[in-house]
């Protein structure tokens, strides 16, 4: 009887299927039956004959699904691929002029009109660009401590690219020699569980080679000792602070996690998930549109100091003139310019925190790492 | 002086441009530039003029990639909407037999080996397909109590499809007749800020018709009247409480939201994120695998009765023997079960959005009560 019934399964399958690979398929599903009746043995087993045949052949139109979803992903990734490639030469003349490898035109005659200003003829590219960009967004800007700031005067470029084994993807923070730290490359990697959703498994960051006394991770106390006691040394001690460098030790689930309790759980969670959103921030926001974080343009729901008058007529300029492309981004532009009149206007800066979900969330983890280091 | 700085830059500009559309991106810089001028003005006016100089070749360049990136995003839109067409006639087929539209090649035959199940062959299609995969997704079965399986029973398939105008996407979820509510369509749209990222500005949801005592967000208390009253009725009284169906009538942000204050502010960002949570995995992963997740084949970190003999082993060998993409699948699935064989917790640590209810439920000191 059961030998009967998978004969005629196979059979009925057989009759079922057209494509070439019809043999291999025959075996996947086998296989997969298999396993199904091994692993969830509960569902098939409940259910009546009629109904778990109509369910076997769900699970064929399944199969034909993820196979088409597959090659989805593959086209997906290969798009993907084909712009980076296409804004690598954009970086890279971005790179040159932001650190003085290559001057622009019009530049040079304008230091002959003002020969006055020497100081202003040495000074090389764009000072502070990547430190200005990622100030100017939320979600960097938090990270930033003053101290912070000598540091990152020194980082000349970041890139990003992908891992694919294990999936994931990197950064890459280029440092120029600084009186900070020895190593001139910062690298941050996630290790992702799924190609098609941002669930996180592991974080790794570059071990950084501070210089004696120039950790920006930690501060230094000194006591006094007591007087009349034999030491007469001052006691030094370290105590973790706020960095924006911190982002390169990022939070890691320990190896004997049972002895985790669900609070502290939880706020593990809530800082992995702070650290993502900072990763995935410059990865997708800073790296790209780094010019518009710099000159502020990017800068939206931050910004309070909107002009009403003359900027009316230069959107309407930009209008009429341009390209189908132009409109279309002055559109969004003008929908975010209105809501954002009409939250700081009338309303409170509450609302913009309600509807921005990556904005609230830093707030939120941040509530929920309570072991946050104290302020340097 | 000034007038002849303008000048200069705008020859400057016309010199650095070989584009065809030359005339077009000059006009389309110098407006940008005012724009700049006017409403960030404290960062350019702080920079030496050579380096201002540098800013405007970077600006240019920024404005190439902003055109190259507009195209990738048509690209992968089309390339998105032409595999939702594909998916089509597969929705269809499974729709078909779920229903009992379509009967399966061989099904009857079953029906005459099991003469002595009437019942069985009259069953239609799969039942309760839609609510067991649901109950299957650890993200959707939390919403669902007891009460709602009744009314999810009738629940006959799930579709979602993008909105343009505003941008966002809807989820539609048909059912048949049923002695609780008369809609046969209920629908969720989510109205997003922004095209490349989730930031949600509004979600809506379809008004449900309950049938008289058939709602399942609220729960009806009575009270017997004290004696001696001169009112002898029972005095009824109605309470909300959970249930999947609250997922129609999602936080909003208030009109007049000046009166909220920091504490209701966070509270409403959650309850609004897990709503999005719970409205983006029907759409990303229950939709696509219904399959899957009704035969539980989809549930992945809350297994944990993974038979370790020599059954699986076999057929894991077996499937060595199969294409590239079955091994890739097999080779996640080992993964996943070691990392699921340590602890309970490491699971809920790790994954990030199967996390995030858990968060929302510790802050969501207004969830309803349960029924």
Not at chain 2, 3 to 22: G, H, I, Q
Not at chain 2, 131 to 149: F, G
Request: charged share 40%.
């Amino acid at each position: 009887m059961s030998n009967d019934k998978d004969s005629m399964n196979m059979s009925d399958l057989s009759t079922a299927l057209n494509e070439e690979d019809r043999a291999g398929l025959v075996n996947a599903l086998k296989n997969k039956l298999q396993n199904l009746a091994g692993q969830h043995s509960d569902v098939l087993e409940n259910l009546t004959p009629p109904v778990r045949k109509r369910v076997e052949f769900l699970r064929e139109i399944q199969n034909q699904y993820d196979e088409m979803e597959a090659k989805f992903f593959e086209e997906r990734a290969a798009l993907e691929a084909k712009y980076q490639k296409l804004y690598q030469p954009l970086y890279t003349k971005r790179y040159e002029i932001v650190n003085g490898v290559v001057e622009v035109e019009g530049a040079a005659e304008e230091v002959k009109s003002e020969q006055g200003e020497d100081k202003s003829a040495e000074e090389k590219g764009v000072p502070d660009f990547w430190l200005i960009a990622l100030k100017n967004n939320e979600i960097t800007a938090e990270e930033i401590t003053e101290r912070d700031e000598g540091a990152l005067k020194y980082l000349k470029d970041i890139k990003w690219s992908r891992v694919e084994e294990p999936k994931g993807f990197k950064l890459e923070f280029f440092f120029d020699q600084n009186p900070y730290f020895k190593n001139t490359v910062l690298t941050k990697t996630y290790h992702m569980i799924d190609e098609d959703e941002p669930i996180l498994e592991k974080a790794l960051g570059t071990e950084i080679e501070w210089y004696p006394g120039k950790c920006l991770t930690q501060k230094i106390l000194k006591k006094k000792p007591k007087k009349g006691s034999k030491n007469t040394k001052p006691i030094t001690k370290t105590e973790d602070c706020e960095s924006f460098f911190n982002f390169f030790s990022p939070p890691q689930v320990p190896d004997d996690d049972e002895d985790l309790d669900d609070d502290m759980a939880d706020e593990l969670q809530g800082q992995m998930e702070h650290d993502y959103d900072i990763g995935s921030t410059i990865k997708e926001k800073i790296i790209s549109h780094a010019v518009s974080w710099f000159t502020g343009e990017a800068v939206e729901a931050d910004d309070l100091d909107i002009e009403d008058d003359d900027d009316e007529i230069d959107e309407d300029d930009d209008e009429e003139d341009e390209e189908d492309d132009e409109d279309d981004e002055e559109e969004d532009d003008e929908d975010d310019d209105e809501e954002e009149e009409a939250d700081q206007g009338k309303k409170s800066k509450k609302k913009s925190s309600a509807g921005h979900k990556k904005a609230g969330r830093s707030q939120l983890a941040e509530g929920q790492a309570g072991e946050r280091p104290p302020e340097c | 002086m000034s007038n002849d700085k303008d000048s200069f830059n705008v020859s400057d500009l016309t010199s650095a441009l070989k584009d065809e559309d030359r005339a077009g991106l000059v006009n389309a810089l110098k407006n940008k530039l005012q724009n700049l001028a006017g409403q960030h003005s404290d960062v350019l006016e702080n920079l030496t003029p050579k380096i201002r100089r540098r800013v405007e070749v970077l600006r240019e360049i920024q404005g190439k990639h902003d055109e190259i990136e507009t195209k990738f995003r048509e690209e992968r839109a089309a390339l998105e909407a032409k595999y939702q067409k594909l998916y089509q006639p597969l929705y269809n087929k499974r729709y078909e037999i779920v229903n009992g539209a379509t009967e399966v090649e061989g099904a009857p035959e079953d029906a005459k080996m099991d003469q002595g199940d009437e019942k069985t062959a009259e069953e239609k299609g799969v039942p309760s397909f839609w609510l067991t995969a649901l109950k299957n997704n650890d993200v959707i079965s939390e919403e669902i109590t007891e009460r709602d399986e009744g009314a999810l029973i009738y629940l006959k398939d799930i579709k979602w499809c993008k909105i343009e105008e505003p941008k966002g996407f809807k989820l539609e979820f048909f059912f048949d007749q049923n002695p609780y509510f008369k809609n046969t369509l209920l629908t969720k749209a989510y109205h997003m800020i922004d095209e490349d990222e989730p930031l949600l500005e509004k979600a809506i949801g379809t008004e449900i018709d309950w049938y008289p005592g058939k709602c399942l967000t609220q729960k009806i208390l009575k009270k017997k009247p004290k004696k001696g009253a001169k009112n002898a009725k029972p005095i009824t009284k109605t309470e909300d409480c959970e249930s999947f169906f609250n997922f129609f009538n999602p936080p909003q942000v208030p009109d007049d939201d000046e009166d909220i204050d920091e504490e209701r502010a966070e509270e409403l960002q959650n309850l609004m994120e897990q709503d999005y949570d719970i409205g983006s995995t029907i759409r990303e992963k229950i939709i696509p695998h219904a399959v899957s997740w009704f035969t539980g084949e989809a549930i992945e970190g809350e297994e944990f009765e993974i038979d370790n003999d020599d059954e699986d082993d076999i057929d894991e060998d077996e499937d060595e023997d199969e294409e590239d993409e079955d091994e890739d699948e097999e080779e996640d699935d080992e993964d996943e079960e070691e990392e699921v064989s340590k602890t309970k917790k490491k699971p809920s640590v790790l994954h990030k959005k199967g996390g995030r209810p858990q968060v929302t439920d510790d802050q969501q000191g207004e969830r309803p009560p349960e029924c």
